[in-house]
């Protein structure tokens, strides 16, 4: 690429990394948390409404049911915290779930992992995004109307933030989250002094609202069952906990005890903050509906489809703080802005995933490579792709994506721990150190209880959602499992062809002899520098092939050929359907088929033009006869190129560029330091 088109490169993503400044960019704990646990903690800005949305079907008696649905979602992101503290301790090399299920149950259980864990890291971004769309949605009418295209633009603008490096992101990101954790922490610290202590009544908007249900009266199966679709829908507060055990090797040293430092404080922060939100939901009166228009109700008459439902913390920050007030607007702002910037947790794991399935040969291996930014450039693009993607099909509606959400996050969580529990197994067969044994087991009973509860939770995610957009998650999940599993069968399949023998094979036998054929169309310049190179080879045997498409020039090209008298024999292959490739492609494989010890080698004059469009305008038959020769085993192809003097002034312009260097474009190492302070003064 010119130096030319390097210049918005380097204004958007900035200069050029050297590989020895990696360690540069490792996190310290400080901006590890926003960087990694961004998702978790911005999931309390929609997952307490979720859970109301699915109570409200059977009204607002339904309600008291959510502190003990806030219950069981505390204790399961306490196991799965504990759970993947273990991962992190005894997997620090960053495969994380995906890692551990490969090494104790299988490839096809690791594999299984993955998918699960690519969908999840796509629905992220697409669910993150939409739902920050839809909160800026409500100051801003324009976002409302336009909510596709500006969804898309900030995934672009996501991606170009996180192709700038992770700790560059990550000190971007670092200010809003914690903004939006101490706005929440001053929410509810003020939230309850004035309902403890001063003995204020604070009222949500929607206190005084009244909700139609559509299924009154609910009890026995039919209540378990809404119950346990609340949970599911709760759970969204748990996704993105696995992005720290796979980003270990993201964190400074000592770098399992840094990630297990950081999850635990992004447990206690989430769950403190989800708590607190449904808490104060129930202080206010939040009234939430799947269908607002229709259910809800204010004096006897339904709202209408001009209502604009209002998240859950929104109405709890407008009944605190006050509508309009300084904290009120600062903690809108912090939330809408967090909630796209949640979407960076998968900006860092599905990149990092992404290498390590590269590098066991079931993804491309261009997503193995950083980039000149020492980020995953390659899978970042891939992620923001299919994000936009999902985005565009589904309309930017966080309420449908938000069906799809979850089941792969939970697939991956009930894997892992299971792995992790063999994974102790196997340790525990061998070691006899009674200390380290002690701490072995009390580690498989927390990974053994959290394997059995987030399995559990994935049977209650699978049988609520299912019907509900859950399938599409799982057949996401069928097609990166299908895809990958074809990746790495090709690669193995290549790999062992190209596998070197250890004795003498045909590939490493000399050919008995080189029958050289030159191309001709007519005698110019062109073709005599490839006659004189293929004289030069001193091949076995030499002569030049022309095609007969026009009587004419065919017996125009013999006449000058014998004014010449030039030394190589001209053969003329008939053409009676005008064709060139065939005929010539037929006439190569006929020698390989005489003498098959024989390599022919192919010699074939071109033209080097300055412009794009002069490309067009030559070599078109050479670009045919190249794409079928190559399928020709035995056949070398050489082009002998001939300069034309367009090519010589995009020479002159190409040097002009050189010469001049854009902003961040020259790359300096150690060696070029060091040998300038040597230099004499």
Not at 153 to 178: D, H, W
Not at 424 to 446: P, Y
Not at 529 to 541: G, V
Request: hydrophobic share 50%; net charge positive.
């Amino acid at each position: 690429m010119s130096k030319l088109t390097d210049v918005p490169k380097r204004i958007l993503i900035g200069r050029a990394l050297r590989s020895d400044r990696l360690g540069e960019t490792l996190l310290p704990k400080r901006i590890a948390l926003p960087v990694f646990a961004s998702d978790p903690l911005s999931s309390v800005a929609y997952a307490p409404g979720e859970v109301l949305l699915v109570l409200s079907i059977a009204g607002v008696s339904a309600y008291h049911f959510s502190p003990w649905i806030a219950v069981a979602v505390v204790v399961l992101m306490f196991t799965v915290v504990a759970s993947y503290r273990q991962n992190v301790h005894a997997y620090p090399s960053g495969g994380g779930d995906y890692e551990v299920a490969t090494t104790n149950l299988g490839p096809k259980a690791g594999l299984t992992v993955a998918s699960a864990l690519l969908v999840d890291y796509v629905l992220t971004v697409a669910v993150s995004i939409a739902s920050g769309i839809e909160n800026l949605g409500s100051a801003i009418p324009f976002v409302v109307q336009h909510k596709v295209l500006c969804a898309i633009a900030v995934i672009i603008l996501l991606t170009l933030m996180n192709l700038r490096g992770v700790k560059e992101s990550g000190s971007l990101f670092a200010i809003p989250t914690y903004v939006f954790v101490a706005g929440v922490f001053v929410m509810i610290a003020w939230g309850a002094f004035r309902g403890l202590v001063l003995g204020d009544t604070m009222k949500a908007p929607t206190a005084d609202y009244h909700i139609k249900a559509e299924h009154q009266g609910l009890a026995g199966f039919a209540l378990v069952f809404l119950m346990l679709r609340a949970f599911s829908s709760g759970c969204a507060a748990l996704t993105g906990v696995e992005a720290i055990s796979n980003g270990v090797p993201a964190f400074r040293k000592p770098k399992s005890k840094n990630a297990a430092t950081t999850l635990a404080a992004m447990g206690l922060l989430a769950v403190t903050m989800f708590c607190g939100i449904i808490a104060l939901a129930m202080a206010t009166n939040v009234r939430m509906a799947e269908n607002p228009a229709v259910d809800l109700i204010h004096n006897g008459v339904a709202l209408g489809s001009d209502y604009v439902q209002n998240p859950v913390i929104s109405q709890v920050a407008e009944a605190v703080f006050g509508k309009g007030s300084f904290l009120f607007i600062v903690l809108a702002a912090a939330t809408a802005l967090v909630l796209f910037l949640a979407a960076n947790t998968a900006y860092n794991g599905f990149p990092l995933l992404g290498s390590i399935l590269a590098q066991d040969r079931y993804l491309p291996r261009q997503l193995h490579t950083r980039g000149d930014r020492l980020a995953f450039s390659n899978g970042i693009v891939l992620l923001a792709g299919a994000a936009a993607m999902l985005v565009w099909i589904y309309g930017a509606d966080s309420t449908r994506l938000i069906q799809l959400y979850i089941v792969g996050v939970f697939v991956s969580f009930t894997l892992s721990q299971t792995g992790m529990v063999r994974h102790w197994n196997r340790h525990l067969a061998t070691e006899k150190d009674a200390a380290k044994r002690s701490h072995m087991v009390r580690s498989r009973a927390i990974n053994a209880f959290g394997a059995f509860f987030t399995g559990l939770v994935l049977v209650v995610v699978l049988v609520t959602k299912f019907t509900h957009g859950a399938w599409v998650a799982l057949l996401g999940m069928c097609i990166f499992y299908a895809t990958m599993t074809a990746i790495r069968k090709h690669y193995d399949r290549v790999s062992e062809e190209l596998a070197a023998p250890e004795g003498p094979s045909d590939d490493s036998l000399r050919p008995s002899r080189v029958h050289s054929v030159v191309l001709i169309s007519k005698i110019h310049r062109p073709a005599l520098r490839a006659l004189a190179y293929a004289k030069l080879m001193r091949s076995d045997s030499l002569e030049a092939l022309s095609v007969n498409v026009d009587p004419a020039e065919t017996k125009a090209l013999r006449a000058e050929w014998e004014r010449r008298g030039i030394d190589v024999p001209l053969k003329v292959l008939d053409s009676p359907y005008r064709e060139i490739t065939r005929p010539i492609i037929d006439y190569v494989k006929g020698l390989r088929k005489e003498s098959p010890r024989d390599a022919v080698s192919v010699i074939i004059p071109e033209y080097v033009v300055g412009h794009w469009y002069e490309h067009l305008l030559h070599n078109q038959s050479a670009l045919r006869l190249k794409g079928r020769l190559l399928f020709t085993p035995g056949v070398m192809v050489t082009s002998v190129p001939y300069q034309l003097q367009s090519s010589e002034a995009a020479k002159l312009r190409a040097r002009r560029r050189q010469e001049w260097n854009a902003p961040g474009s020259v790359r300096r190492g150690p060696a070029e330091r060091a040998k300038e302070s040597s230099a004499p003064k």
